[in-house]
């Protein structure tokens, strides 16, 4: 249960990450509301997991997850760059995600 439970604060994370393109420098009300939603709850969620998960691994997988969907969504909604090299990067993150997953 605590790794679902740190997959959802993941998917938050990359939510509120997200989100802060659409606040537009905290000045549009709704877009900010749930950008800081989203954070809160990921937090939240995050604090839950690491109750029955070492808080090195759980903290690397949260941002990992953060990060690369981050990436990804910025390929596909802002025409963010999508280079070999940046590829091959975020792969190694989902290696390193894996790995800590695997030997937890």
């Given at each position: 249960m605590?790794?679902i439970?740190?997959?959802?604060?993941g998917?938050l994370?990359?939510?509120?990450?997200?989100g802060l393109k659409?606040t537009?420098?905290?000045t549009?009300?709704?877009?900010t509301?749930l950008?800081?939603?989203?954070?809160?709850v990921?937090i939240?969620?995050?604090?839950i997991a690491?109750?029955?998960?070492?808080?090195?691994t759980?903290?690397a997988?949260w941002?990992g997850?953060?990060?690369?969907?981050t990436?990804v969504?910025?390929?596909?909604?802002?025409?963010?760059?999508?280079?070999?090299?940046?590829?091959?990067c975020?792969g190694l993150?989902?290696?390193?995600i894996?790995?800590l997953?695997l030997?937890a």
């Amino acid at each position: 249960m605590a790794w679902i439970t740190l997959l959802l604060a993941g998917l938050l994370e990359i939510g509120w990450a997200i989100g802060l393109k659409y606040t537009d420098g905290f000045t549009r009300f709704t877009p900010t509301v749930l950008t800081v939603g989203s954070m809160i709850v990921s937090i939240v969620l995050l604090g839950i997991a690491v109750r029955s998960l070492p808080l090195g691994t759980a903290y690397a997988v949260w941002t990992g997850i953060g990060t690369v969907g981050t990436v990804v969504l910025g390929i596909f909604l802002f025409a963010e760059p999508a280079t070999l090299i940046r590829l091959g990067c975020i792969g190694l993150i989902v290696a390193g995600i894996a790995g800590l997953k695997l030997f937890a």
